[in-house]
């Protein structure tokens, strides 16, 4: 019977090793008894494994499904849900991310937004945020604690949300078309999911800038790029992504726009 | 692993990108052959290409293979939307010209055809639309615009103005035209019928549609949630056409609905406040049209012939419009108290014994201002 340990590290779809890290974290992040704060349980890797043992040639069937299976919100995880910090919980992200996913106020709003390619910094009705935190398929990213640097690069690098992916002459790609990050606050008390520390199957993607957290904290580390000078690293939750509709409390959010 | 260092990398001037490099892997290639079909004008194989990345084919399409997403893009569409960027950068005007006309005959086909559509291809589509900004290239947004008149004006079972008692299906398809039509739509900043205006039966139509609609919600005749959508959406179109118009009357009648402590005016108030945050940000992205909304606006608060207060909520929207709405907030309470103290003033006529008031002492200087 293969287990899910041997199936994953042989896991290559473009045959170009993009998903390395995110295999290595895996490996590292597996909870045993020279590892007790790594974040994949025992109960997960069981589980695991039992998503490897399928009838059809004992191999795992979609290994990208069974690693969303186990992501930290879900039961399957084994996961604990971790204490709310007293301060809002901040999600950052791309601008067109932001008004395409987040706000989502139909085309002629989605039009406008495109066209300034900006937003104030501001507070924003709950009732104009009509998207989601994130897909429904991939966990919602979370920061607190200290402020935000005024600059929005510096954030995107400092929570690893940079683009890696460069054309082969080295020039940036899809960052083409970013101008800026958005941050959207949302206050402990009005927030409508559990929260966790994070795992590296909720970091399972091409390029993976993550690394677990290995320690008793209650929360992981974002890791940047020591290369780049000046960075500060976060203090990172995950949590299931969810409409701004399950936000019951008619309130403003703070939304902070940081440009490149 | 890249080898340019972080300070390099910000360096690189994106104009120079060069178009002929041989790409190093899958996602490069499709990027590549994708961006030569644009500039080779070849609209039906690039309208295949389109469909097959939207519909999520991963069968290679005139020899491209769509690629896994790059890191940041978060679905299909926005990893279309990054060509167009790439193409709106390097490939000049008639490859740009060839992605909107294909997005746009394409999301034509969609609307019209009797044959299924995947929702995730219409739904591309018209984000597509939002992110090509087609109101930029004039002629196609006159072709997608008439179009689209033509669905709302043809192929509905009542008239357009009547769109609130359109069974489900029909208004949906209804305002989803018409929030096409408005978003290839800039600011009308003429009269009707004039250069810069749109046909007078147009303007006349999308009043009556907001007016019949707002007067069901003021009748409380309407309460569902999605009906206050098709009202503010109905209240964009009315911003677009007739931005005066819109500042002298009907702003100020949406503000009137918000009032009051009951849950469906809350909801109503919430959406409202919804929608003023997002013409906070656009406004200023046209100034002639926020002139003239504002114009409208500065008529109504300084009507002499006013025999009521304003709307307190019309506070809760013009807070988004920073500078301004700050000026045009303390007009209205100005206004409002001299209007109270006259008021007030009739009514101590009736009854001589009153104390006299001396408010409008406070505001005379508004008089010869």
Known sequence: MPLFSDSIESYDPDADGSFQTAIDNIVLDMKGDSNPYGNITSIAQESLNNGCNHPHGGRCVDMEKLVRDHHSHQKASGAVARNKPDEDLRRVVPFHTFVDYHHKGGVKALANLVRVGAVKTTTIPIKAMRGSTGRDTDPSWWTFGPPPPANGQQYADELALTVEHKHPTGAPADAAMIKGVVEVRIPPSAFPRDIFKPSALDAFCRNSKFEPNLSPDDHGWTKPDIAKVGLVSRPEFVSQSFAYSEIKDDIDLDVTYLSY | ?369
Request: glycine share 4%; charged share 25%; proline share 6%.
């Open chain 2, 1 to 369: 692993m890249s080898l340019i260092s972080p300070i390099e990398d910000r360096s690189v001037n994106m104009e120079s990108t060069p178009t002929a490099v041989a790409p190093a892997n899958a996602y490069w290639t499709y990027v590549e052959g994708f961006r030569s079909l644009a500039r080779e004008g070849r609209p039906d194989r690039l309208a295949d290409v389109l469909l097959a990345r939207l519909d999520g084919l991963e069968q290679p399409v005139h020899d491209l293979v769509s690629p896994r997403l790059a890191h940041e893009e978060p679905d299909r569409v926005q990893a279309l939307a990054n060509i167009f960027h790439h193409i709106q950068q390097h490939d000049g005007p008639a490859a740009v010209r060839y992605f909107r006309q294909t997005v746009v005959e394409q999301l034509l086909i969609a609307l019209t055809t009797k044959a299924s559509v995947p929702p995730e291809r219409l739904d591309g589509l018209q984000r597509l639309i939002a992110y090509c900004q087609i109101e930029d290239d004039q002629q196609l947004a006159e072709q997608m615009r008439l179009s689209l008149w033509g669905i709302l004006t043809s192929q509905l079972e009542k008239p357009f103005p009547e769109i609130l008692s359109l069974a489900p299906k029909a208004r949906e398809r209804a305002r989803s035209a018409f929030d096409l039509w408005l978003a290839v739509t800039p600011p009308v900043l003429g009269e009707p019928n004039c250069e810069d205006g749109l046909y007078t039966p147009q303007v006349e139509a999308i009043k009556a549609a907001f007016i019949q609609t707002l007067h069901k919600f003021e009748v409380r005749k309407v309460s569902s949630r999605d009906n206050i959508d098709l009202l503010l959406l109905l209240y964009r179109g009315v911003m677009t056409a007739a931005p005066k118009l819109a500042g002298q009357d009907y702003f100020w009648r949406m503000c009137k609905l918000a009032e009051g402590n009951n849950q469906s005016n809350k909801e109503f108030l919430s959406h409202w406040r919804g929608l003023w945050w997002e013409y906070g940000q656009v406004l200023d992205t046209w100034p002639e049209w926020k002139m003239l909304f504002i114009a409208g606006l500065e008529d109504q608060i300084l009507d002499d012939e006013r025999e009521h207060e304003l709307p307190s909520t019309a506070e809760k929207a013009l807070t988004f419009m920073s500078d301004r709405g700050e000026e045009l907030i303390r007009l209205i309470r100005m206004r409002d108290a001299r209007f109270m103290a006259g008021k007030s003033r009739e009514e101590a006529a009736e009854k001589p014994a009153a104390p006299s008031s001396n408010v409008e002492s406070i505001f005379r200087p508004m008089k010869t201002a």
